[in-house]
Antibody
């Protein structure tokens, strides 16, 4: 059974940084791409970032490009999202997700971790 | 960026009724469209992938159709647990995008 467990969410001041982690189990981690999706309170889903299984391919939403960095450690079965220069509009629950096969149809999701950006 | 527009924004229906939700893309996404269900306090759940394929464990009352720019999600007979928010999502092109959601409420 695939399990994804996010951690690292916190209350942070604008302009500060935070690192989110997603620990994965139940599948061959280094073969599968991973994705971060976020959801602001009471709002819809927003795709944030993608990383390929070997870490060589990365994509970002325009809203976070240049501020967020996705990475992975396949020896630890963990994907990370470094959030820099945080803004109030980054306040959201951040989910990590795994696609079905090598696709971006997300069949497995974590429970989410809440990031609140406020002074 | 491919924009997905879902309609209606909100629907109020009763259990047992049939419902059709719409998702329209600003340009062709071929069949690379998925549907998700999300309940309060929960992560989204994949219902349909590649326009018409039910994900593992999804009841047969859920079905998807369409290709190109126009897609629908049909629930043939609503169960009480189906009242939730539904999102469509395209994977045809980067960035991946989601629709704004349709809220299905109990009448």
């Amino acid at each position: 059974e695939v399990q994804l467990l996010e951690s690292g969410g916190d209350l942070v001041q604008p302009g500060r940084s935070l690192i989110l982690s997603c620990a994965a189990s139940g599948f061959t981690f280094n073969r599968d791409a991973m994705t971060w999706v976020r959801q602001a309170p009471g709002k819809g889903l927003e795709w944030v970032s993608f990383i390929s299984g070997d870490g060589g391919g990365k994509y970002y939403a325009d809203s976070v490009k240049g501020r967020f960095i996705i990475s992975r450690d396949n020896s630890k079965n963990t994907v990370y999202l470094q959030l820099n220069t945080l803004r109030a509009e980054d306040t959201a629950t951040y989910y990590c997700a795994k696609g079905r096969g090598d696709t971006s149809s997300y069949e497995s999701w974590g429970q989410g971790t809440l990031v609140t950006v406020s002074s | 960026e491919i924009v997905l527009t879902q309609s209606p924004a909100t629907l109020s229906l009763s259990p047992g009724q049939r419902v059709i939700l719409s998702c329209r893309a600003s340009q062709s996404v071929s069949s690379y469209l998925a549907w998700y269900q999300q309940k309060p306090g929960q992560a989204p759940r994949l219902l349909i992938y590649d326009a018409s394929n039910r994900a593992t464990g999804i009841p047969a009352r859920f079905s998807g159709s369409g290709s190109g720019t126009d897609f629908t999600l049909t629930v043939s007979s609503l169960e009480p647990e189906d009242f939730a928010v539904y999102y469509c999502q395209q994977r045809r092109d980067w960035p991946i995008t989601f629709g704004q959601g349709t809220r299905l409420e109990i009448k």
